[in-house]
């Protein structure tokens, strides 16, 4: 079977109906500190190749490593954070292995010895359902540089005319956070995937040790799975999707994977243990190369760095430190804004928990801010296929349109055609009214006048309304309305008819 080409695939339902799939995650984050994990140069993103570099970076005979302090601390803060035990005392090792963007030829890791272990975090599925994920362990090591290949077509090495490598990178602070094998999770398996990596980036977040924006590469995900004919069967063999970063594409990768091997079991094929590449485009997965066993790394203890011996006491105020995690702000916000459940998780689902409390920040209602983010601003991502903190529009924007609402200088109809302006880069809300003439009439005297001509233009509502009955009074404040371009105030209106016709 190619690999590359026409890949056979089994329909996923079928797949999970035939097989367990068993799932790991491999996170790496790196880490917001000023400068690298061994050196001092500074680290930042999107600056010109090969500037950000010292010896140190550059693996130069002589240049000798000293560990980040900072780095150290966000990454207990990360460990205690995941309900990890901090370890006593932990090292550093050499991962030997060559690579043109490891100028050292090894990668500075750690190996049996990691800062953190044995943890815990609780995901959140989109149905509200809580599924455990154990953690084995979360271990600080340095990011590689980065590679670019010229002239081929896919991006990659094989078919490009050469290679230039960026050492701005290398040597960037790193944690790898390890699951243990992801079982029980059946056809939810792809599901579970994107919530724990999206779990993990909003931890980053709110822990302040990392920006997290995974379209920069801050956080990226290696996925393995593998199947096995039964929950109760040895564990299959697994392949590791290597550097996928997005939510989308950890579910999609899962998905993909499940039905390719079921498709390579059903035809009486084994599983090559190896690492695979992504393809956004296609939404598959091709063979990298056959996955290295930690012995063949050849590790052993960085001579060059001394052992890192937390203070308990150290690690204790690190404790008493940590913020309000997301869980439970989430809890404490859908309190605070009054959200029913299902309300709550379709705010969490759509990516707009932060949207919605900036919004109420800037003195719109709970109720408002929501109406707005999960009704018009949501079917417009949904339309552009972007998250909905990519619009060009901020909660301060949001806040600002829902108080010319509560001001009454306009109503929810013109608020519509405010928001596109906004939306279209015409301004803020109040600029957008001012250039468009939004603003509701408030002036008592184009209204009559609107009123008036809706009146004669049909007398027989007039004579029903004085006979007591009011439904015809819609019809009068429709044509007031469109005589106003819906700028009128339709309460107001309606007072004025009734006060006209019992005059008349």
Known sequence: ??????????????????????????????????TKMFDGAEQSFGEEPNTQITPVSLGLPGALPAVNGTAVEYAIRIGLALNCSIAESCRFARKNYFYPDVPKNFQTSQYDEPIAHDGWVDVELEDGTTFRVEI?????????????????ATGRIHGAEYSLVDYNRAGVPLVEIVTRPITGAGERAPEVARAYVQTLRDLFRALGVSEARMERGNVRADVNVSLRPTPESALGTRTETKNVNSFRSVERAVRYEISRQAAVLDGGGTIVQETRHWHEDTGSTTSGRVKSDAEDYRYFPEPDLVPIVPDPAWVEEIRASLPELPAARRRRLQGEWGYADAEMRDVVNAGAVELIESTVAAGASPAAARKWWMGELARTAKQQEVELAELPITPAQIGALQQLVDAGRINDKLARQVLEGVLAGEGDPEQVVVARGLEVVSDDGPLLEAIDAALAAQPDIAEKIRGGNLGPVGAIIGAVMKATRGQADAGRVRELVLERVQAG
């Open 1 to 34: 079977m190619s690999t590359t080409t026409s890949v056979d695939l089994v329909d996923y339902d079928d797949a999970v109906a035939r097989f367990d799939p068993v799932i790991g995650i491999e996170v790496h984050v790196e880490l917001g500190t000023r």
């Open 136 to 152: 084995e362990r979360a271990h600080m090591e340095e990011d590689a540089g980065k590679n670019t290949h010229v002239g081929g």
